[in-house]
């Protein structure tokens, strides 16, 4: 039995619902899905009907291009009412949602918990001399404006990063509950640290990729491994004798000299043996 993720599967793009289509059966395995399967309720419900028939389990959270307001869409639901009906829809399929009670792994192992989250970003992955109130213009010096700006609203929030603020304070609390003995598998779209929240070129994208209140939520919560997306630059790191999993697939350029859509399933448990300090 293993527990696989990937993320960020855009499935607007018709080579990436063709990859789904060929994916195979995993029918001992379940599946971690980290957000950004594509940007309306009809490419959610491709992905979980492809998904639910192929693995035992879907772990599913949320990433900023699930919660767009699509004008095509009716009716055309912002901020918390999207996440919500995102997450019925998602367990109309029998998929997990970061409302659910955390799964306890099922495979071989020590005690483990699976952590699906849904954190947000507050412009806090961002250099110390830049101010709150500047982070928009210091990224729009290198002509960079992310959509979300337009399209992904946090009402009843008066900002995103309050939406965020309320989504750690709630996170955190669910958290301490869990028992001192367990281990965890954290999943979040974004990276939990500044520190990875980092693309060669589009550095100051960085502040739509996360908060600072997450840097060391690795050690606090007893992560054996830290799963996220959003950067589109799969890789393994390792802090602190934890493993951080980047599991993007991303758009087609980005993707097929990887091959099929199964050779980019990243293997979370049992995974590789822990790095020897």
């Known amino acids: 039995?293993?527990?696989?993720?990937?993320?960020?599967?855009?499935?607007?793009?018709?080579?990436?619902?063709?990859a789904l289509e060929r994916l195979p059966s995993f029918p001992d395995d379940w599946l971690i899905v980290a957000g950004d399967v594509g940007e309306t309720l009809a490419e959610l419900d491709l992905l979980l009907t492809a998904l639910t028939a192929r693995f035992q389990q879907?772990?599913?959270?949320?990433?900023?291009?699930?919660?767009?307001?699509?004008?095509?869409?009716?009716?055309?639901?912002?901020?918390?009412?999207?996440?919500?009906?995102?997450?019925?829809?998602?367990?109309?399929?029998?998929?997990?949602t970061p409302e659910d009670p955390?799964?306890?792994?099922?495979g071989a192992g020590p005690h483990r918990v699976i952590v699906?989250?849904?954190?947000?970003?507050?412009?806090?992955?961002?250099?110390?001399?830049?101010?709150e109130h500047q982070a928009l213009a210091?990224?729009?010096?290198?002509?960079?404006?992310?959509?979300?700006?337009?399209?992904?609203?946090?009402?009843?929030?008066?900002?995103?990063?309050?939406?965020?603020?309320?989504?750690?304070?709630h996170t955190q609390a669910r958290l301490a509950t869990l028992p001192p003995d367990c281990a965890t598998?954290?999943?979040?779209?974004?990276p939990l640290r500044h520190e990875h929240a980092w693309l060669p070129r589009i550095p100051r994208f960085s502040i739509w990729c996360g908060t600072k209140r997450t840097e060391d939520w690795h050690l606090r919560y007893r992560a054996e491994v830290v799963v996220s997306g959003h950067l589109h630059i799969p890789l393994t790191r390792w802090r602190d004798g934890?493993?951080?999993?980047?599991?993007s697939l991303g758009y087609p350029q980005q993707w097929r000299h990887r091959g099929a859509l199964v050779d980019c399933l990243r293997e979370i448990l049992p995974g590789p043996a822990p790095r020897v300090p």
């Open 58 to 96: 879907v772990i599913w959270v949320p990433g900023n291009h699930e919660l767009w307001t699509m004008p095509s869409e009716q009716p055309p639901l912002r901020g918390e009412a999207r996440y919500q009906r995102l997450v019925r829809r998602c367990r109309e399929q029998g998929v997990l």
């Open 116 to 131: 699906p989250m849904f954190l947000g970003y507050d412009y806090s992955f961002r250099p110390e001399d830049v101010p």
């Open 102 to 106: 955390y799964p306890r792994w099922p």
């Open 1 to 18: 039995m293993k527990l696989y993720a990937i993320s960020d599967l855009h499935l607007r793009h018709a080579d990436n619902r063709s």
């Open 242 to 247: 934890v493993r951080f999993e980047e599991v």
């Open 185 to 190: 598998i954290l999943v979040n779209h974004y």
């Open 138 to 169: 210091w990224a729009a010096e290198h002509d960079l404006l992310c959509t979300d700006e337009v399209l992904l609203h946090p009402d009843p929030y008066p900002s995103r990063a309050a939406w965020c603020a309320a989504r750690v304070e």
